[in-house]
């Protein structure tokens, strides 16, 4: 079976526990989670998983269902990279005096469209969002001068379609 | 609730109760209709225990010899009654001791309830004497846990897992109780919880489904039912029989299906699986629509997933949407609860008779006697076999006892010869094969169903697991009815070592204690056989007691249990020796 690249969005309660009722879903299966992000969602007091995973449809569904199967666990989703907009973000710490010693460094700020996040006499700090492999570029290009820190978010995304979660929930309420 | 009311009105202010966090976990129990719990006391649920000492006329408490011994009879109360069964213990190894039944109750779909105590909300996370993570270790292991900290929660999280254990597809939930939570006091009130939002325990059937599953059953040729524990624990024994009857489709069960239709009904074609029946399993691979209801497609009854009935259409009726194309990809998939969804099929589904195909399954199961059953149940040979005890069992009870099997090939042997004309009969461990489940599963069933014969069939080895549980016997006069059928191995694992590994036989044989002399110890009747001619005498003395009785019956150490698919392999690849 051929394995693709999903994102999985998880509607839930705000749970204590739950994160680790999830996890143990990839575990139990040998499947990696490659990125994770937790936040608020459009509805409030629910939170929104997004998790992303390189695996087959049949896993995937497979642990949709599994991950839906929770108790706490509203509505869960997966799409294909082509059907959402998704963005990461990354931070680059970078020694200061490079910003002064080396020319490039600006090209390389201004072409990747990143910002300057904070100055100091030591340091400056650089943040991208984009797709993984702009972050991935930029890395590339700031290496051979030294990065000090480097740290990448997980994946969020939003879906192309509609996820039926509202009327979901008023469905309940009622 | 009322005559707390009562009793509590005259000391409160303006009329509202308050009480202790133990004293409420009472109240939550009874209010849910709980008059028997099973646990093991111990420092960190000593509060609860203290009020379970001044309610004990109203909510009795079994003591059992060990905390996983009080999982396996809440569990064996649930299977046989339906409702939710419950086990209490204490924090740290209490906690973790309830490890294999959770895991057991969880795979096999039972509801049950445990609670267990935690060290005091100020100590969480200081290693204190025994402080585990319980709610860590049993998430993959429950269907929803809970840790409470301050009593004020305890009758919303109590309300709520008593209603996530046996709503939609049933299972176990533990909530864990700080000691302080057990102490404190607070204004008691208690609501049954109606719903959890997030949680769609019964999905709508869909009609549009249902219809086409109807059309295909009424165009099939060779339509097999498969059916499992969902048709009991969704009391749907009444519709499948009339889909049975009316369709006139042979029906085949799983392990966990076993008595939900009569065993001796002519269209029970008896049951699928590694230790199955020839017929269903061969003509699983034969038929062209196969109607899976409350089943799960586990690979003991499927054998090897890539030639499992690929010529049939499947239907696939179940309540967990998880299970859908899970295991075996589904033509149609119905869900909801098997009740609902088979009572709309029932109406459009045309009478049929089947009469060509029935042969077929007559045919295979006259192979399969000649050369299996003849032999395992009505035997020629001198030593007794495992099977011509479940006869005698069969014959002395009419039928009509609860059989609590373990694991092993005596379990497979009961399973495949106990015969059931009454629902919620047989109790097993499936899905885990958790050896050691069926004496104190026993228990249970007993005390879930008094007014039946209980008859546990433990192998030596399994017995040996659990064995201490003849104290909860004793202490309770539980007529429980316990047969070991001992061969002097590990049965099941000395056949595979037989087949696959060479007669390789690694840690099989068991140096056995004198079983007679141990039940003895706890003053209960006992009797040992290993000649036919005083089995049958035996097996009456064992039924005509008003007591507990233990009979262990040597039976011949190498015998095999067949038919057998071998793991992995095709269901038509079943082998008869």
């Known amino acids: 079976m051929e394995k693709k690249w999903f994102t999985i969005s998880v509607y839930s309660e705000n749970s204590v526990g739950l994160l680790n009722r999830i996890s143990g879903i990839f575990l139990k299966r040998h499947i990696n989670i490659e990125s994770l992000n937790v936040s608020k969602s459009e509805i409030e007091n629910v939170s929104k998983f997004t998790i992303v995973v390189y695996t087959t449809n049949e896993w995937v569904n497979n642990i949709v269902g599994q991950i839906e199967k929770q108790i706490e666990v509203i509505k869960a989703f997966y799409h294909t990279d082509e059907e959402t907009i998704y963005q990461e973000s990354a931070l680059f710490k970078i ?61 969020i995304s939003v879906s192309k379609a509609e996820m039926q979660i509202s009327a979901l929930l008023k469905e309940f309420n009622q | ?145 809970c840790q409470v900290t301050k009593a004020s929660d305890i009758p919303e999280v109590l309300a709520k897992a008593f209603y996530i ?23 008691f009130s208690y609501e049954h919880c109606k719903g959890v939002r997030s949680y769609n325990p019964y999905p709508k059937p869909n009609l549009k489904s249902i219809e086409i599953a109807a059309e295909l059953i009424n165009a099939a040729k060779k339509p097999l039912i498969v059916f499992g524990q969902g048709v009991i624990l969704g009391e749907a ?78 239907i696939h009726f179940d309540i967990d949407p998880a299970e859908i194309n ?25 009478a049929n008779k089947h009469e060509s195909w029935h042969n077929e399954f007559k045919e295979k199961y006259k192979i399969e006697f000649d050369q299996v059953i003849k032999n395992d149940v009505y035997p020629t040979k001198e030593k007794l076999t495992m099977a011509e005890v479940i006869e005698e069992i069969n014959i002395a009870s009419g039928q009509k006892a609860i059989i609590v099997s373990d694991v092993g090939q005596h379990q497979m042997i009961a399973c495949r010869y106990a015969k059931f004309k009454q629902t919620k009969s047989n109790v097993t461990s499936g899905g885990l094969g958790t050896m050691g489940f069926a004496l104190p599963a026993a228990i249970g069933a007993k005390m879930g169903a008094m007014d039946r014969e209980v008859v546990a069939i433990i192998g030596d080895g399994g017995y040996q697991m659990t064995i201490q ?109």
């Open chain 1, 95 to 155: 020694a200061s005096s490079l910003l002064f010693d080396e020319r490039n460094i600006q090209n390389i700020i201004k072409e990747s469209n990143s910002q300057i996040v904070t100055v100091s006499r030591d340091y400056f700090v650089l943040a991208k969002t984009g797709r993984r492999n702009e972050i991935d570029d930029m890395y590339q290009q700031l290496k051979p001068y030294g990065i000090m820190q480097f740290v990448r978010s997980g994946r």
């Open chain 2, 1 to 145: 609730m009322e005559t707390l009311k009562k009793e509590k009105a005259a000391s409160t202010e303006q009329g509202t109760i308050k009480i202790s966090g133990a004293e409420a976990i009472i109240h939550c129990l009874l209010a849910e209709g709980v008059d028997l719990i099973y646990g093991y006391p111990g420092g960190a649920i000593m509060p609860l225990y203290d009020e379970l000492y001044k309610f004990q006329d109203k909510l009795t408490h079994i003591l059992t010899r060990h905390e996983q011994g009080a999982t396996h009879a809440a569990q064996g109360y649930a299977r046989v009654t339906g409702q939710v069964g419950v086990a209490v213990a204490t924090s740290g190894p209490g906690a973790t001791n309830l490890v294999t039944g959770l895991a057991d109750a969880q795979i096999d779909s039972t509801p049950m309830v445990c609670i267990t105590g935690q060290v005091p909300r100020q100590l969480l996370g200081s290693d204190a004497f025994q402080e585990t993570d319980i709610i860590g270790i049993s998430t993959p292991v429950t269907k929803w846990n």
């Open chain 2, 165 to 187: 254990a046996r709503s939609g597809r049933p299972g176990p939930v533990l909530v864990d109780i700080t000691k302080n939570a057990q102490f404190e006091e607070f204004n």
């Open chain 2, 237 to 314: 024994e009444e519709q499948l029989k009339a889909l049975v009857e009316k369709a006139g489709v042979p029906a085949a069960w799983t392990i966990l299906g076993l008595s939900a239709l009569d065993t001796e009904h002519p269209l029970n074609v008896g049951m699928v699986g590694m230790h199955g029946n020839y017929g269903p399993n061969l003509l699983t691979n034969e038929c062209d629509v196969l109607i899976a209801i409350g089943m799960r497609f586990d690979d003991r009854v499927t054998g090897s997933l890539d030639t499992y009935a690929k010529q049939a259409k499947i």
């Open chain 2, 326 to 350: 899970k295991n075996v990809k589904a033509d149609v998939a119905v869900l909801g609860d098997a009740k609902e969804t088979l009572s709309l099929l029932l109406p459009l589904v045309n």
């Open chain 2, 469 to 577: 549980e003849l104290g909860t016997i004793f202490q309770n006069k539980t007529p429980v009815k316990i047969v070991v059928l001992n061969n002097d191995h590990l049965g099941m694992v000395r056949q595979w070592q037989e087949l696959f590994f060479e007669s390789r036989y690694a840690s099989t044989v068991m140096t056995n204690p004198d079983f007679v002399k141990i039940a003895e110890g706890y003053h209960i009747q006992s009797r040992r056989v290993s000649e036919r001619e005083d089995l049958k005498a035996a097996v009456q003395e064992m039924l005509a007691s008003k007591d507990a009785y233990f009979l262990e019956v040597k039976v011949e150490k190498e015998d095999n249990v067949f038919p057998m698919i071998p793991s992995g392999a095709s269901v038509s690849d079943i082998r008869l020796k």
